[in-house]
């Protein structure tokens, strides 16, 4: 796995130590850090490293959805910054460590830090629908956590702007990454307990927005500065909101 995470990046585009990840992509290094610092403080007040409860991930910002649904949507956020255990939290820090340095050098800060967010909430609110439906077959409300869907997304995104040629993702090779993609959907389906739902939205979040950059980029695009990627944001935010007033209602109408 780590060779085909190297690989990605081609060798014109170097690895980037501390420093370097602060001078040219310092919001990769704020999320790693946030990732850790909220590690660290689960660990202060007692959370299990290796095997944290339910109860203890709900308590810091999980998505659940008796809670995501109906006072606390801002879980749908939260929850892509926790992790369940330290495997869960290296891995993921290893995987943003890569995509992060390559994705924020082509979209630049502001549209990576979007590309993830919304991916993190893409996964969520399909965690959330899977759940639902869970629940009328007569399952129980899972919890989740972790930055997996954001950073698929920020793969995906990633992958379709150097499919599409953008200049900003020349460096980029398409059949590593596209392996290390796939290698993670199947793992996904491997492994117990593993939020495959956060995995898929997040991917076809940061896909759709991938697409849209390089739509914007493209040189007949940019010389008529049609703003793609933003006017796609601003669709997200209305479907993601109309999504939870659907699901938050049929919810309710349950519990009435």
């Not at 969520?124 to 129980?140: F, M, P, R, Y």
């Not at 944001?233 to 909101?241: A, D, G, I, K, R």
């Amino acid at each position: 796995m780590p060779n085909h995470f190297s690989k990605v990046i081609n060798q014109d585009q170097r690895i980037m130590n501390i420093q370097t990840l602060w001078r040219h992509t310092p919001i990769t290094l704020i999320l790693l850090i946030i990732f850790v610092l909220l590690a660290v403080i689960q660990w202060i007040f007692g959370v299990s490293i290796d095997n944290p409860s339910n109860r203890d991930l709900v308590r810091f910002g999980a998505n659940f959805l008796p809670l995501s649904l109906t006072y606390e949507p801002w879980r749908l956020i939260s929850s892509g910054f926790l992790h369940i255990g330290i495997i869960h939290l290296l891995f993921n820090s290893f995987a943003m460590y890569y995509f992060g340095q390559a994705g924020e050098l082509i979209f630049g800060r502001w549209q990576f830090l979007l590309i993830f967010l919304w991916s993190v909430i893409g996964g969520g609110c399909l965690t959330l629908l899977v759940t639902w439906w869970q629940i009328q077959a007569g399952g129980q409300a899972i919890v989740s956590a972790g930055a997996s869907g954001g950073i698929m997304g920020l793969g995906m995104a990633i992958l379709m702007a150097a499919w599409l040629k953008t200049w900003q993702a020349r460096h980029i090779s398409i059949k590593h990454l596209a392996m290390v993609m796939g290698l993670n959907l199947v793992m996904g389906f491997a492994v117990d307990g593993v939020d495959n739902a956060g995995h898929i939205g997040g991917l076809l979040v940061g896909g759709l927005l991938g697409v849209a950059f390089a739509l914007q980029h493209k040189k007949h695009n940019e010389q008529r500065g049609l703003p793609y990627f933003w006017a796609v944001s601003l669709v997200l935010l209305m479907v993601f909101t109309g999504f939870w007033w659907v699901l938050q209602g049929e919810m309710m109408v349950l519990l009435s």
